[in-house]
């Protein structure tokens, strides 16, 4: 190999080295654990397995919550000032559930409300599909001139989020004030120059 590695094409010899080093860690068992983290999983097993089977459960209950509020939500008196589509988003590595209506304001813009439930409780937000920084700037400008306070969330782990968050509420609030609540947005995203 040392003869080979003296006269071989180095963009070539980039990839062999790779594969060697790939090769040498299936034979060695792959990339070794953390010791720490082994310790930690075998001294406290029977309270991981709690902690999942309660966020299990606790994703479950989020599922059902945003469907529930899908099932009761009657959007047909909207169809004749707007065209629109809602479905459920349960995003599979996060522990939130949401139920999004877009509503196609003109050709370019998609005024979404996304009504979702996470561990601080139920979040109402509009955001612009299609509209990227410049649509969030644009949005918050609009609520702000109409006096519509954003709220602010405790934990935010996307910090470039589209998402502008107008109001916030308890875990367990009632899905009739709920669905009341997004009735309110699907009414002010309707009546919203755009």
Partial sequence: MGKYF???????????????????ELQNGGIPMNIDLLKFMDNNNLEVQ?????????KK????????????????KYKLNMQFSDYIHNPQDELT????????????????IETYIDAQGWHLAIWDRN???NGKEELEKIFTDLKIVI??????????SKFIVVEN??????????????YEKIDFVQ???I
């Fill in 97 to 112: 559930s949401s139920y999004v209506i877009d509503f196609q304001k003109t050709a370019d813009i998609i005024l979404v």
């Fill in 50 to 58: 709690k902690l999942i089977d309660d966020y299990n459960m606790l």
């Fill in 151 to 160: 709220q602010k969330r405790q934990i935010d782990k996307n910090q470039n």
């Fill in 131 to 133: 509209g990227g920084d």
């Fill in 6 to 24: 003296q006269s071989a094409d180095n963009s070539w010899l980039i990839f062999l080295k790779d594969f060697m080093k790939t090769i040498d």
């Fill in 61 to 76: 209950d989020m599922i059902q919550k945003t469907k529930k509020i899908k099932e009761l939500i009657e959007l047909d």
């Fill in 169 to 182: 509420l308890n875990y367990d609030t009632p899905a009739i004030l709920l669905i009341s609540k997004i």
């Fill in 191 to 193: 009546s919203l120059q």
